[in-house]
């Protein structure tokens, strides 16, 4: 059964970093018809997709213009696993996090189909 | 970028009947290339992470019961729960991932039993 676990710290001060990491079971980081995404919920904006991550012969990453300059996704095969860093967070920030999976839309119908537990991220002093 | 637009915002309906969401897209998400409708729907439980139910506009998803469906093309969608059940009390959200890198999500709807 494929599994997405994550784990970080539910409490970050202000101007710091968000770091948060997304261990995979029962799939690979490496997927070629997969991308790996972190996605943020909170009350004043909703589910908001934040970046992701896919290997297609080399790694390749894509993010939301909203978060670009200060974002990075970043994957470990070796762990099979992969990772969020947001810097310089503010209150804005406060939200539930989620590591997502996303099918290859034209092969495998799309969607963001399996879920992280979600961790939820406090900016605050 | 497209936006995504649910209405209604909520719905009470008695358990049993009919409960019926809407989903309008700004921009078409129809791909000429293999006749796809790039938009997808999501149920949401207290205390959970999204569960998909419905991609490519009207494809349920492994599992998903047969009482939910998924019509519409091009820029209007409707999600339908054809006889509510208890467990089925969650908000449901439609995305379009017709525009990458990043979908879009519409504001979510609330349903509840009357």
């Known amino acids: 059964q494929v599994q997405l676990q994550q784990s970080g710290p539910g409490l970050v001060q202000p101007s710091q970093s968000l770091s948060l990491t997304c261990a995979i079971s029962?799939?690979?980081?490496?997927?070629?018809?997969?991308?790996w995404n972190w996605i943020r919920q909170s009350p004043s904006r909703g589910l908001e997709w934040l970046g992701k991550?896919?290997?297609?012969?080399?790694?390749?990453?894509d993010y939301a213009l909203s978060v670009k300059s200060r974002i990075n996704i970043k994957a470990d095969t070796s762990k099979n696993q992969f990772s969020l860093q947001l810097s310089s967070v503010t209150p804005e920030d406060t939200a539930v996090y989620y590591c997502?999976?996303?099918?290859?839309?034209?092969?495998?119908?799309?969607?963001?189909?399996?879920w992280g537990q979600g961790t939820m991220v406090t900016v605050s002093s | 970028d497209i936006v995504v637009t649910q209405s209604p915002d909520s719905l009470a309906v008695s358990l049993g009947e009919r409960a019926t969401i809407n989903c309008k897209s700004s921009?078409?998400?129809?791909?000429?290339?293999?006749?796809?409708?790039?938009l997808a729907w999501y149920q949401q439980k207290p205390g959970q992470p999204p569960k998909l139910l419905i991609y490519?506009?009207?494809a349920r998803d492994s599992g998903v019961p047969d009482r939910f469906s998924g019509s519409g093309s091009g820029t209007d969608f409707t999600l339908t729960i054809s006889s509510l059940q208890a467990e089925d009390v969650a908000v449901y959200y439609c995305?379009?991932?017709?525009?990458?890198?990043?979908?879009?999500f519409g504001q979510g709807t609330k349903v509840d039993i009357k």
């Open positions: 991550t896919f290997y297609r012969s080399k790694w390749n990453y």
């Open positions: 029962g799939d690979s980081v490496s997927g070629d018809t997969i991308t």
């Open positions: 997502v999976r996303d099918r290859h839309r034209e092969l495998q119908g799309g969607g963001f189909d399996l």
């Open positions: 921009q078409s998400v129809l791909s000429s290339s293999n006749n796809k409708n790039y």
């Open positions: 995305q379009q991932y017709r525009s990458t890198p990043q979908g879009t």
């Open positions: 490519w506009a009207s």
